[in-house]
């Protein structure tokens, strides 16, 4: 089974708009940490986000922030006021034991003027 | 600032050569991780490593060897190059990861683009 499914292999959005990234994880661990990474086409991998198993608010980094349902095993990716400079592949990932990080397929955004 | 450092950035060889990607991090983190990348595909872990001397195979059954003699270095060789090793090869490393002390991201260096022609 895929730990980590993105089911978006492309996407869409208007600049200024928000739109949301599609994750979803597979554990049974108690303790986990989900991460998001952006991916230029540059091709270095930039981190933009962490959310902790634990915490019981959702995580945000100016206008990043992520949707965590743990009940769901979700952890969407919201990006508000969306930029040009947004476009690129977005990856969710997921950390198991302190060690073991497992990534999705990815999810290419591109933001239309 | 991540200080995680890959070299060659691009390298086109010819079938059948013997190369080395080097990767290096001056952030003093134990744990160091190889994945490989075709373009806008997802990224598959061919070798980690906890630690000196320990070092393991990922999830992608892969031809290349790693090393991990120093703390800061982890190297990746390939001793016979060949068409199908044509990739991006991406190095990474993070400090421990508690979920109840705090992020333990992974840090990733630039990238190594590799052509075998």
């Known amino acids: 089974a895929q730990k980590i499914t993105q089911t978006q292999p492309g996407m869409f959005v208007q600049e200024k708009e928000a739109v949301t990234l599609d994750c979803t994880y597979d554990t049974s661990d108690q303790s986990y940490g989900l991460f998001w990474y952006k991916q230029p086409s540059s091709g270095e991998m930039i981190f933009l986000i962490y959310q902790g198993s634990y915490d019981e608010q959702n995580a945000t980094e100016g206008r990043y922030s992520l949707n965590f349902q743990k009940a769901r095993k979700s952890a969407n990716l919201v990006i508000s006021a969306s930029q040009l400079g947004d476009s690129a592949m977005y990856f969710c990932a997921m950390r198991e034991n302190g060690n073991q990080f497992y990534f999705g397929t990815g999810t290419s955004l591109t933001v239309i003027p | 600032e991540a200080d995680i450092y890959q070299t060659p950035r691009y390298l086109v060889i010819g079938t059948g050569k013997k190369i080395t990607l080097e990767c290096s991090q001056t952030?003093?983190?134990?744990?160091m991780y190889w994945y490989q990348q075709d373009p806008g595909m997802e990224l598959h872990l061919i070798h980690y490593s906890y630690g000196v001397n320990s070092t393991e195979k990922g999830d992608l059954s892969s031809e290349s060897t790693v090393s991990r003699i120093r703390t800061e270095h982890f190297p990746l060789t390939l001793e016979s190059a060949r068409p199908s090793h044509t990739s991006q090869y991406l190095c990474?490393?993070?400090?421990?990861?508690?979920?109840?002390?705090?992020?333990?991201?992974?840090?990733f260096g630039e990238g190594s683009r590799l052509t075998v022609l």
């Open positions: 990474a490393s993070s400090e421990y990861g508690s979920e109840l002390a705090g992020t333990g991201e992974l840090f």
């Open positions: 952030m003093g983190h134990d744990k």
